[in-house]
């Protein structure tokens, strides 16, 4: 009976799974505080030939299953608290290795800039994944303005800091160093697929995904896609990101999804493509960058990605 009951169950989802060209799947999603001039950006986005065939994670399990440790450890915690958290006004510093530092507005940084819409898979280093159609624009894009130096060697983002309105910044128990901190090397950063997202599924990003601008690096683990981004430093050197300084074992700089390299606590071989239920844990091969080595796995030619893992 048991197994019957299992079999009409993941029948029944299958068919219900979201495909990534149907528009009634957009149908219902509602912006979140935005300014009107963000909204009309990024509902005015383009659609690009950057997607996928697999099914999209519903936009109900991409807004409440979240990592954002700023507003807690819980996977719901992002979604419960931080739907007060305050995105406007807000500006981003660009300094280090560049000719025109300084601080710009998110209006600034968005003006010259088209919208498109990119479905890319997020894998977390935890073994789940999910499908994500974010809008947003290539970081490279936006780094070219402010002339990187020929020093400009690493990119270096910072998450705000402010306790006020992040609980889990003020947490005694927190391990983190706050702000959160991340990295990507130069030619990483200016690859055409690393995103700086605004939005997803058309509508403004939602604060428990990193309001109002975000990283999204699709070939690493989830990780390295740092939210709610206050500035940008252009470095010679490689920045120590906040995983590392956490666990340096565990967490690497690079953090490539890779099927081979196991975490010294769990295996890295399958995930669970969310969303799965008792009768389907959605066990899925992990494939290696992510399934985007035909696109970056030349960033890497000649690295032991064992050890520079
Ligand atoms: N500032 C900040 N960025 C963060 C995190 C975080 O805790 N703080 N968590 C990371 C992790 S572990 C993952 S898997 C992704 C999750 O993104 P999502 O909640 O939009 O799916 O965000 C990443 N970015
Ligand atoms: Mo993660």
């Given at each position: 009976m048991a197994a019957c009951d299992a079999s009409e169950s993941s029948a029944q989802k299958s068919s219900q799974q979201l495909s990534?060209?149907?528009?009634?799947?957009?149908?219902?999603i509602r912006d979140y505080q935005a300014p009107d001039w963000l909204r009309e950006k990024v509902s005015g986005y383009q659609s690009s030939?950057?997607?996928?065939?697999e099914a999209l994670t519903p936009y109900t399990d991409v807004a409440r299953y979240n990592n954002f440790y700023e507003f807690g450890?819980?996977?719901e915690d992002p979604a419960k608290y931080a739907?007060?958290?305050?995105?406007?006004p807000w500006s981003v510093v660009i300094e280090g290795e560049v000719e025109k530092p300084g601080r710009y507005t998110l209006e600034d940084i968005l003006k010259p800039l088209t919208m498109e819409e990119r479905i890319y898979r997020l894998r977390c280093v935890e073994a789940w994944s999910m499908v994500i159609p974010w809008v947003g624009f290539p970081l490279g894009k936006l780094l070219q303005r402010f002339n990187p130096?020929?020093?400009?060697?690493f990119v270096e983002f910072t998450t705000l800091h402010d306790p006020v309105q992040m609980p889990g910044q003020k947490?005694?128990?927190?391990?983190?160093?706050?702000p959160y901190v991340e990295g990507l090397r130069m030619d990483e950063a200016m690859h055409p697929l690393t995103l700086l997202a605004v939005g997803l599924y058309g509508k403004t990003l939602p604060p428990q995904n990193g309001a109002p601008l975000r990283l999204v690096?699709?070939?690493?683990?989830?990780?390295?896609?740092?939210?709610?981004?206050?500035k940008i430093r252009l470095l010679e050197t490689q920045p120590k990101t906040s995983w590392q300084s956490i666990a340096p074992s565990e967490y690497g700089?690079?953090?490539?999804?890779?099927?081979?390299v196991d975490h010294p606590r769990w295996s890295q071989a399958n995930e669970r493509r969310l969303p799965t239920s008792l009768f389907n844990p959605n066990r899925i091969a992990t494939q290696i960058f992510n399934g985007y080595a035909e696109e970056v796995a030349h960033l890497y030619q000649g690295m032991d990605l064992k050890r520079s893992f």
């Open positions: 990534p060209s149907d528009p009634s799947n957009y149908q219902g030939d950057i997607m996928t065939d450890t819980g996977k739907g007060e958290f305050k995105t406007d130096t020929s020093r400009a060697k947490s005694a128990f927190s391990y983190i160093q706050w690096v699709p070939w690493k683990y989830g990780f390295k896609s740092i939210k709610s981004i206050v700089f690079y953090a490539n999804v890779n099927p081979a």
